[in-house]
């Protein structure tokens, strides 16, 4: 029987306890992200994958915010978040730090996907563009590559909070193992 | 260098060539979903990793429809669905064709995403339910098990265009090998 598990038997930590968390040695950059909604379900995600710090771009929208909150239902809370206008400057910074800083984009040389390989004790950025144009080429030249989730159908991508949700999973499977 | 690739340079297909193209064993059911928006991203999701057919079943809102012609960008025209007002009925019907049904849940028993194992030839069903409550526990059980995917953080759950992003992706890497 597959007896649907109650919110309390989910043994989920609260918003204290995940400050203190071991996270994923991974980060997230939001870059012109407009639509709030799609902010708001990249928090929460990154809550549920446990991405160390989450980075605010450009004109990509801020908490507090009621339209984040209806996606993020309380992540804000718990995901550590930044803002930072300039996301050039960010990632020369994360650069010096010795992070690996990927764009999610489709691009020439991209790194597909599912084969992409994660060292461990590496740092990791992951950079997602505006719903539009994606990520703009001069922040991409300032990345070490791309990486490209594969697709078959009509449309030229997904949404960014689908997309941003399918790249952090396979950060999270892959620094589980 | 990673350049962007343009729009045209990625190939992909017309809504009409789409019709006609392989698909995946893999239909998606979607139960008692609220939000437009969720539906919208989930067609675009279908549309990307070439999912069969997209059912819209309970109160879920369908096609045409403004508020899911924002999130969807046209997917709506390429990705075969169809309305089905009693899930119920839907899924005795799907499994008399030898599908095998999973809800996405968080379930005693559930299959954990990274551990699932698909088989070639065999066609499979998604369930995925309502924002707050998730699939019916009376549904679950007429479903031949639950998949549930792995979460560290503070929330029970993730958006539900996030977890079908993920989950669909899953199918579509397997299906693809």
Request: hydrophobic share 40%; proline share 1%.
């Amino acid at each position: 029987m597959n007896t649907k598990l109650k919110n309390e038997e989910l043994g989920r930590m609260s918003a204290d306890d995940f400050k203190g968390a071991k996270k994923l040695d991974l980060v997230v950059l939001l870059d012109n992200v407009r639509s709030l909604h799609n902010v708001g379900s990249v928090f929460r995600t990154c809550d549920a994958f446990l991405v160390e710090k989450l980075y605010l771009c450009g004109y990509t929208g801020t908490p507090p915010n009621k339209e984040i909150n209806k996606t993020a239902l309380g992540a804000t809370e718990s995901v550590d978040w930044k803002h930072e206008k300039d996301i050039k400057s960010l990632i020369l910074t994360l650069k010096s730090q010795k992070m690996t800083v990927f764009a999610v984009e489709q691009a020439k040389n991209a790194v597909f996907l599912e084969n992409l390989e994660v060292s461990k004790g590496q740092k990791y950025a992951l950079v997602f563009g505006n719903e539009v144009n994606g990520v703009d080429q001069e922040v991409v030249d300032l990345c070490d590559g791309c990486i490209e989730i594969s697709q078959g159908g009509t449309k030229h991508s997904l949404n960014i909070a689908v997309s941003a949700g399918v790249v952090i999973w396979e950060f999270y499977k892959r620094f589980k193992k």
